[in-house]
């Protein structure tokens, strides 16, 4: 059985985003989008670490032969942790600079599959990007004003990508050369019930996905179908990332972002780190192939 959401680290982020456990050493990373911040969180000891960023930071993923591949506003870089170091790995939207680099995931191969996205959410200037070792691919998902995800099925045959505003969840089947085959919709979810933030994928092929302004994240089946509701006692929750030996505990990051006074009064915790168990266990993330 699902376990309540207990909070593990009431740091009270921002705009928390960006959630991985990284097998490695054992530890959750995650970022604060608009404190510009990384952290890392140690379940097993309680050590918690923090760096500052010089832009916003949407994500960042393993990357082989050590660091993480980082999301900022400005491009893709490359995270030392040892040091504190990023180094610019690639520009992207560099005719944008009201854009930035909002969600993303590792597949099998080594890629990098993310979003972009108009700062102030209002232009439809976002679109879905493919980093392939050193190349730069922009998809034919495009004219999204918040781009979320993307998520890759646990055999990486299939992308499942968020349009926030437009409250859906969509899917592509990824083709052997890392193209992108037609993209078809999943799962279509009213503005009174939330809006759909980051989504992760578990070992069964369950779409989790995180609700802002919701109160929840929620399960659906490949196909669409709602599964499961896990209730929080916040409203925002942005991502949940799946860690610990067994990989069923799942971490998610919540926000305290333009939530007004008497809102905060209602939600002391928002913004805070929170963990429950899940009945099924998560997928590692492979990878950054350099």
Same mark, same amino acid.
């Given at each position: 059985?699902?376990?309540?959401?207990?909070?593990?680290?009431d740091l009270k982020a921002d705009l928390g985003e960006g959630p991985?456990?990284?097998?490695?050493?054992?530890?959750?990373?995650?970022?604060?989008?608009?404190?510009?911040?990384?952290?890392?969180?140690?379940?097993? #000891?309680?050590?918690?670490?923090?760096?500052?960023?010089p832009e916003q930071v949407g994500f960042l993923l393993p990357a082989e032969g050590g660091g993480f591949v980082a999301?900022?506003?400005?491009?893709?870089?490359?995270?030392d942790p040892d040091s504190g170091q990023l180094s610019l790995i690639a520009r992207v939207d560099e005719d944008l600079p009201d854009n930035r680099l909002n969600d993303g995931v590792v597949d099998a191969k080594g890629r990098i599959w993310f979003g972009?996205?108009?700062?102030?959410?209002?232009?439809?200037?976002?679109?879905f990007y493919c980093f392939d070792?050193?190349?730069?691919?922009?998809?034919?998902?495009?004219?999204?004003?918040?781009?979320?995800?993307?998520?890759?099925?646990?055999? #990486?045959?299939?992308?499942?990508?968020v349009d926030t505003i437009g409250g859906t969840i969509s899917a592509c089947d990824i083709i052997a050369d890392g193209e992108l085959g037609p993209s078809r919709e999943l799962v279509r979810i009213m503005p009174g019930e939330g809006h759909p933030d980051g989504p992760t994928v578990d070992s069964e092929g369950g779409i989790?996905?995180?609700?802002?302004?919701?109160?929840?994240?929620?399960?659906?089946?490949?196909?669409?179908?709602?599964?499961?509701?896990v209730a929080f006692p916040v409203s925002n929750i942005t991502k949940i990332a799946f860690g610990g030996p067994d990989l069923r505990s799942a971490f998610a990051t919540t926000a305290r972002h333009l939530l007004r006074a008497d809102a905060l009064e209602q939600q002391p915790?928002?913004?805070?780190?929170?963990?429950?168990?899940?009945?099924v266990a998560g997928v590692a993330s492979p990878l950054v192939a350099l």
């Open positions: 059985m699902t376990s309540e959401p207990r909070l593990v680290w991985v456990w990284v097998e490695r050493d054992r530890a959750l990373w995650f970022t604060d989008i608009k404190r510009q911040k990384i952290y890392r969180f140690d379940p097993q #000891s309680g050590e918690q670490a923090a760096w500052d960023a999301g900022l506003q400005s491009g893709l870089h490359h995270f972009t996205m108009d700062n102030s959410e209002r232009a439809r200037n976002g679109a070792r050193g190349e730069l691919k922009r998809t034919h998902l495009t004219g999204i004003a918040i781009t979320n995800g993307p998520a890759v099925s646990p055999n #990486s045959d299939r992308l499942y990508w989790w996905i995180s609700l802002y302004s919701g109160w929840e994240a929620r399960r659906y089946s490949p196909d669409g179908e709602l599964l499961e509701k915790l928002a913004g805070g780190l929170f963990r429950f168990e899940a009945a």
